[in-house]
């Protein structure tokens, strides 16, 4: 009788689990259909639907800020470049500038070299031609003397007197 008893309540155990089961089932299903649950459930899908969009613009913007940023360095970074690559280019031209005006003026200091030769050897040519003719003069001038002592000076006539 004890294990008949135990049967019954352990049946009756079941069937309460059972029904009370399909309860909180029916009354979930209730629930799940009611409009309240359904304009939450939608409510919710929005809510999630809406900070995904929110989610994905903070992302886009976030990447967005980084391309600007990553593009101002590049430009940055160009700028810079281009700013060295200038200083290289006018520290090459002064160079050549310097280049051209150490040739010019070793060019000149040669020519005024040259100039102030060519001036003495034209001078050392006049003295020495002139010296020649002096050397030329004195030597008719002495011929004149010379041959002046062999020859008899012409007398003086006075006639007229």
Do not use: C
Request: charged share 55%; no cysteine; glycine share 4%.
């Amino acid at each position: 009788m004890k294990y008949q008893h135990e049967e019954a309540l352990k049946l009756l155990e079941e069937e309460t689990a059972r029904r009370l089961e399909d309860e909180i089932r029916k009354e979930v299903e209730e629930r799940l259909n009611s409009e309240e649950v359904g304009l939450e459930i939608e409510r919710r899908i929005e809510e999630g639907r809406k900070k995904l969009f929110d989610d994905v613009a903070t992302q886009l913007g976030k990447e967005k800020e980084a391309a600007l940023i990553e593009a101002r360095q590049k430009e940055e970074q160009a700028r810079k470049e281009r700013e060295e690559l200038d200083k290289m280019l006018e520290e090459n031209r002064r160079r050549v500038e310097e280049s051209q005006r150490r040739e010019a003026l070793e060019l000149q200091r040669k020519e005024e070299e040259r100039f102030r030769e060519l001036g003495l050897i034209q001078r050392q040519k006049e003295e020495v031609a002139w010296r020649k003719k002096l050397e030329e003069e004195e030597e008719r001038a002495n011929q004149m003397k010379s041959s002046g002592k062999n020859k008899p000076k012409p007398k003086s006539s006075s006639v007229g007197l």
